[in-house]
């Protein structure tokens, strides 16, 4: 099984542990992971995990969404904060067609609605929107009660 | 044909940035204001080899008579812009073959 965990700008302070945990918790499940990011939040990660413990594989966000195609992977994961992030989701989500995970985040809660929103009405991608910024918390709670389904299926 | 849009953007001036650092939903306006003709496509499709990047239906637009097409551009730190690109007569036509219909 192969999961793409996607990764938007990184400017969000809680994207980059989600995104290391997110790698963790699916590698512990049995899927080979591929963290997609731009150069900006790949870096962040190589210097928080210098020797590949959580994040095995790292590609170009843009490089990556060049070269997919429909079968590559069979979860996606996407951070989706920004307009931009909502776009790239659901770019990756129609060329991938698999089973996906949008984790929807914001400071700011119409924001956290509005992004939602744009994955519901373009995806079937399952969603978690919460409103976070700099406690990444009540995105990995949310993010544990959804792996444990998923393992339940 | 092979296009990387970025390195067209980076050695070409013969663009027109009609909106940046925007929105995606702002940007799709812009473009049906501003072209003579609106074709769809799905995120993903590749418009003059570069994969589109939005929500869908993606409109592109078409100026024949100036020889463009609009399409919107989107870098994950700095939102959506929309451009418009000179593209041949030839090339036209195949984008408009692309159209999904919606």
Same mark, same amino acid.
């Given at each position: 099984?192969?999961?793409?965990?996607?990764?938007?700008?990184?400017?969000?302070?809680?994207?980059?542990?989600?995104?290391?945990?997110?790698?963790?918790?699916?590698?512990?499940?049995?899927?080979? %992971?591929?963290?997609?990011?731009?150069?900006?939040?790949?870096?962040?990660?190589?210097?928080?995990?210098?020797?590949?413990?959580?994040?095995?594989?790292?590609?170009?966000?843009?490089?990556?969404?060049?070269?997919?195609?429909?079968?590559?992977?069979?979860?996606? %994961?996407?951070? %989706?904060?920004?307009?931009?992030?909502?776009?790239?989701?659901?770019?990756?989500?129609? =060329?991938?067609?698999?089973?996906?995970?949008?984790?929807?985040?914001?400071?700011?809660?119409?924001? %956290?609605?509005?992004?939602?929103?744009?994955?519901?009405?373009?995806?079937?991608?399952?969603? =978690?929107?919460?409103?976070?910024?700099?406690?990444?918390?009540?995105?990995?709670?949310?993010?544990?009660?959804?792996?444990?389904?998923?393992?339940?299926? | 044909?092979?296009?990387?849009? &970025?390195?067209?953007?980076?050695?070409?001036?013969?663009?027109?940035?009609?909106?940046?650092?925007?929105?995606?939903?702002?940007?799709?306006?812009?473009? &049906?204001?501003?072209?003579?003709?609106?074709?769809?496509?799905?995120?993903?499709?590749?418009?003059?080899?570069?994969?589109?990047? #939005?929500?869908?239906?993606?409109?592109?637009?078409?100026? $024949?008579? &100036? #020889?463009?097409?609009?399409?919107?551009?989107?870098?994950?730190?700095?939102?959506?812009?929309?451009? $418009?690109?000179?593209?041949?007569? &030839?090339?036209?036509?195949?984008?408009?073959?692309?159209?999904?219909?919606?």
């Amino acid at each position: 099984m192969k999961a793409l965990v996607l990764l938007g700008c990184p400017e969000a302070p809680s994207q980059t542990p989600i995104g290391l945990y997110a790698s963790y918790k699916l590698g512990q499940m049995g899927y080979d %992971v591929t963290v997609s990011s731009n150069p900006a939040a790949g870096k962040i990660l190589d210097i928080s995990d210098p020797e590949g413990v959580y994040v095995k594989k790292r590609v170009d966000i843009e490089k990556c969404l060049d070269e997919i195609e429909e079968g590559d992977y069979d979860l996606l %994961v996407g951070c %989706v904060h920004k307009d931009a992030a909502a776009t790239f989701f659901i770019t990756y989500y129609h =060329i991938l067609k698999c089973k996906a995970l949008a984790l929807v985040f914001s400071r700011d809660a119409e924001e %956290v609605a509005e992004f939602a929103d744009m994955v519901e009405s373009s995806t079937d991608a399952d969603i =978690i929107a919460v409103r976070a910024f700099h406690n990444p918390n009540p995105i990995k709670v949310r993010f544990d009660k959804y792996l444990k389904t998923l393992e339940e299926e | 044909m092979s296009f990387c849009l &970025e390195t067209y953007l980076q050695q070409n001036d013969d663009y027109k940035i009609l909106i940046q650092r925007s929105g995606v939903k702002q940007c799709y306006k812009l473009i &049906e204001d501003n072209a003579k003709e609106i074709i769809h496509v799905n995120p993903g499709d590749k418009v003059l080899g570069a994969r589109l990047i #939005g929500l869908p239906p993606i409109p592109v637009g078409i100026n $024949e008579e &100036e #020889g463009t097409i609009l399409i919107t551009y989107t870098k994950p730190c700095h939102g959506t812009a929309a451009i $418009e690109i000179p593209i041949s007569q &030839e090339e036209i036509q195949n984008v408009r073959d692309m159209d999904i219909g919606a």
